[in-house]
């Protein structure tokens, strides 16, 4: 099962602080002091690879573990807006997003057509984007011994 980490929010207004945990969003009321929580998280779009009922809790579990085996952060892949920093996630706009929709097809043919076809999974874990970037952006060049 994916856990998306917890993560605070600190805005202002009528939210004071929130955090997003299982799938559901707890919030401070900056007002009334009270806790409150719902569980009406957006719905992720223009998902291609991933499942398109995946939950916005489980692209972002994958989408933490991309950041960490390549070391970039979400605009390596996703659009943003210079002035105001915003990553437009549904944005087709970054070419580097078709090269990592491929990356991902690779890599789930790679688990499931191949390691899949070798039965006892003991000794043929799933691949990561990691097996090949080792934390790092493109992957690094292989030298024999």
Known sequence: MMRLRMRPWFVTGV???SFVAKGA?????????SFAQT??????TN???????SSLPDVYTRMAQIQKDLGVDCSFCH???????QVN?????NPRKETA???MRMTQDINEKYLGALGDRQYS???????????????PQFEGK
Request: proline share 13%; net charge negative.
């Open 125 to 139: 874990p799933p691949i990561t984007c990691g097996n090949c970037h080792l934390g790092q952006m493109h992957p």
């Open 79 to 85: 659009d943003q807006d210079p002035d105001s920093k």
């Open 47 to 53: 998902l291609r690879v991933l499942p398109k009922a």
């Open 101 to 103: 929709r491929a990356m």
């Open 15 to 17: 939210l004071g602080l």
């Open 25 to 33: 969003i707890t919030y401070l009321h900056a007002e009334t002091g």
């Open 89 to 93: 996630y549904a944005s087709d706009e």
């Open 39 to 44: 569980t009406a998280l957006p719905k992720p």
